[in-house]
């Protein structure tokens, strides 16, 4: 389902009215973001209890992404110490705006729509590990689909930045130039 320009930025007034999200101009744009870190707690608890309650979350997801009770695991101490000695490329796929926002640590940012332009810029003889915005982004599973097509060996990490938040570790936000 594709949501129109004017759709989106009537929800972004709405949000912003509520004060849940924080707004600033430059030229004839207008950036958006969460007000704080409570709002991103209160997102990720309404999530949680709709996975928990509605089982048609799950059967949605199960759809999309297949049963998420077959995949493994990621530890992440472990996922961050591979990617700290260069055994694994973390891949952040998200538009370049939202990886300088906060990023997983070691993460390179390639988004999904330059990703085609950078295949030669990717180690073929190491484990990819991409990700995005969290269990419900398609950004990362269309990166793994198409990275696996041209014969890397690629993972897609179900966290994105919340949930690494929400876990308590580090994550790399960029400061804004100007």
């Known amino acids: 389902m594709k949501l129109t320009l ?3 930025s009537r929800h972004l007034q709405i949000l912003r009215g509520a004060r ?7 030229g004839v744009k207008v ?14 608890g309404i999530r ?3 996975e928990e309650r509605l089982a048609e979350v799950q059967r949605i997801m199960e759809e999309y992404f297949g049963d998420r009770r077959t995949l493994q695991p990621v530890d992440r101490e472990n996922l961050m110490n591979r990617a700290g000695r260069g055994d694994i490329t973390l891949l952040d796929v998200r538009p370049a705006v939202e990886y300088r926002a906060g990023h997983l640590p070691c993460a390179r940012s390639i988004p999904l729509k330059e990703l085609k332009a950078h295949l030669d810029d990717l180690p073929r003889d190491q484990e990819i590990v991409a ?12 990166a793994v689909r198409y990275l696996s097509a041209k014969g890397f ?6 966290d994105g930045v919340l949930e690494w938040r929400d876990a308590g570790l ?8 100007g």
Request: glycine fraction near 4%.
């Open 20 to 26: 849940l999200v924080e707004a600033r101009k430059q």
């Open 131 to 142: 990700y995005c915005r969290g269990p419900y982004c398609v950004l990362a599973r269309e």
């Open 31 to 44: 950036y958006y973001r969460m007000a704080d870190e409570a709002v991103c707690r209160f997102f990720r």
């Open 170 to 177: 580090p994550v790399v936000e960029e400061k804004e130039s």
């Open 153 to 158: 060996k690629a993972h897609r990490l179900e």
């Open 6 to 8: 004017g759709n989106a």
């Open 48 to 50: 949680r209890l709709a």
